[in-house]
């Protein structure tokens, strides 16, 4: 298991580790029953230009996103994305798998297909290092 795999494995543990939802499949997100759920969306990685003694200092973007139905459909993913990132922050360090955590832009939206769900995208960035030659 890749260390990109780990973080991505440590996630979905602090999260379901507090009775939150996280599916593998993005038909979870857009499905009329499935809700409230959370996907983890692996995005761009990249290194630190900086000299680590033998370490390499990544930087992962994750993108999570939480389907859910209401009322207020731009609203309805609030409660889970305020639970799951209180279960993130809880241990910035996802038991020792990264450096740490820090939440980026957040954007709302409108399933078109089902207008009461509304998917709510959080972007995290996680810092982590590795050995050098290691993945």
């Known amino acids: 298991m ?4 780990q973080i991505l494995a440590a996630m ?3 999260l379901t580790g507090v009775g939150l939802p996280v599916r ?7 499905s009329f029953e499935d809700h409230p759920c959370i996907l983890l969306d692996c995005g761009d990685e990249y ?3 900086v000299v680590g003694m033998g370490f390499v200092y990544w930087n992962l973007e994750v993108l999570m996103l939480i389907g859910a139905d209401g009322p207020v ?3 309805a993913p609030e ?3 305020a639970a799951a990132h209180a279960a993130l922050y809880a ?3 996802l038991g020792g798998v990264v450096v740490d955590i820090a939440a980026g832009p957040i954007n709302r939206s409108i399933d078109e297909e089902n207008p009461a769900c509304g998917i709510t995208q959080v972007a995290y960035k996680l810092k982590y290092r590795t050995i050098e ?3």
């Not at 593998?24 to 857009?30: G, H, I, K």
């Open 47 to 49: 290194p630190d230009p």
């Open 79 to 81: 409660p889970t994305r």
């Open 91 to 93: 241990d910035r360090t």
């Open 73 to 75: 459909p731009k609203m």
């Open 2 to 5: 890749t260390k990109t795999q």
């Open 12 to 14: 979905a543990a602090a």
């Open 24 to 30: 593998d499949d993005t038909a979870a997100l857009f």
């Open 133 to 135: 030659g290691i993945a």
